[in-house]
Every structure is written in structure tokens, then in C-alpha cells.
């Protein structure tokens, strides 16, 4: 396992409570129903939503009786993390998004303080081509992992952790790294724990799952209003 430098689960009642609380700070109420709104990709649908709006779901529901009813709405739109940002301060269509945490991130939106994925978000494994596990021995040594070539989307917040630590990005759009992974463009895919296994069941037979390595580092994942 290589550490670098700086499964979802059930969060513990306290969390969820904490949680709403700060929600609570951002104007959302409607006709006093609190309306939270989220950005829902239609062309590329993420399985792993569910996840986090069943959790948003779960946090206002505990919360109920005393603060009243409350409606979670996604938006239908295409945007990066820059643009959610933008939409988020000015208080247009959405108000709330969940990500990675990063300074600017938290300089830009509210925190809520809260690791949604406890953690999971930091525990990367790769996906590889089929071919390409000869790339990645068992006992590789730093120096050359850094040099081959990994592939990160436009704007994550991780990409600043990588460069840090000398590893060597090819940045693209989101939905165009595998196929980029494809034609050679990159040598690998660092996912998450709790993403690689969903997105191998939908990405044919012309990639794997590396066997031998992980990359571990600090990697929060808030809700931010």
C-alpha cells in the first residue's frame, strides 16, 4: 500500500443530527417545507447518487418532527464542480452538492463537517487494461509508480494531492478517461473503493482491476451548501 501525504457506511445518529443542523443555516424553505435541491446528470446518470441522497434522505427524516417537512429535488444539469460552486453562492437552481473537501472548496461553500463516506473516498485501486499488469509488480518502488502515467478528470479535488506527491497526471473529461485508458493515453485509473466494482460491471471486458497495489490518502467527502 503506498500512503501519500495529505464502503460507504451508515453514519452514527449524532452525525445525521449534526448534519441537519447546518442545513438548517442555508435558506432553502419553501412555503415551510425546506427544498433542497442537487444536480442529477441525465446523459451520464451516477449509480452512486442513490448513496448520498438516501443518506441526505435519512438525515432530514430523523429530524422531522421537530423541524419540520422537507423535499429533495434533483436538478437535471450538466456541470462541473466549478459551475455547482457558482450556482451554490449565487442561489440559483441548486443548493447543495456533495464532493471531495479541498481548501478552495471550503473557501468557496459552507462545510458540513461531516466524513459522509468515512473515509472510503482516499482508498484508491486501478483500473488497467486488460494487458497492462505487467506495469504494476507486486514490489514496485515509488519512484516508478510516480512516472507512469494515471488518469484524473478536469477539476477534481485529488489532482492537487497527486502532482504534490509527484505522480503524473493526463487530466481529461470525466466521461472520456476510460476511453482514453483504452487507446493508451494513460497507464491507469485510480478509483475508490466503493466506485470500482459498479463501474466494472459496465465497462466491457477490455479492462481489469490492478492486483497488486492501493494508494491511501486524506480524502473527505462533505455535503456543501
Not at 425546506?34 to 441522497?53: G, H, L, Q, W
Amino acid at each position: 500500500m503506498v500512503v501519500l501525504k495529505k464502503h460507504p457506511v451508515l453514519l452514527p445518529h449524532w452525525a445525521l443530527l449534526f448534519l441537519f443542523s447546518f442545513m438548517l443555516t442555508f435558506p432553502f424553505a419553501s412555503l415551510g417545507k425546506d427544498i433542497v435541491r442537487y444536480s442529477s446528470s441525465i446523459t451520464k446518470p451516477d449509480p452512486k447518487e442513490a448513496y448520498f441522497t438516501d443518506l441526505l434522505t435519512l438525515a432530514l427524516e430523523v429530524t422531522t418532527a421537530e423541524y419540520g417537512g422537507y423535499e429533495i429535488q434533483g436538478v437535471p444539469l450538466e456541470m462541473g464542480q466549478k459551475r455547482s460552486a457558482i450556482m451554490i453562492k449565487n442561489n440559483k437552481l441548486i443548493n447543495l452538492t456533495w464532493r471531495m473537501t479541498s481548501k478552495k472548496a471550503e473557501q468557496e461553500l459552507k462545510a458540513i463537517y461531516v466524513p459522509i463516506l468515512r473515509g472510503a473516498m482516499g482508498y484508491r485501486i486501478f483500473i488497467i487494461r486488460k494487458d497492462g499488469q505487467d506495469l504494476f509488480p507486486k514490489n514496485i518502488p515509488l519512484e516508478q509508480l510516480q512516472k507512469l502515467h494515471l488518469g484524473q478528470g478536469y477539476e477534481w479535488q485529488d489532482n492537487n494531492i497527486l502532482s504534490h506527491n509527484q505522480f503524473t497526471l493526463v487530466e481529461g473529461a470525466p466521461m472520456n478517461l476510460l476511453a482514453m485508458l483504452a487507446k493508451k493515453r494513460f497507464d491507469y485509473f485510480p478509483r475508490a473503493l466503493h466506485e470500482v466494482w459498479t463501474e466494472m460491471e459496465d465497462i466491457g471486458n477490455e479492462f481489469s482491476v490492478e492486483k497488486n497495489l492501493l494508494l491511501k490518502y486524506t480524502a473527505p467527502v462533505y455535503f456543501f451548501i
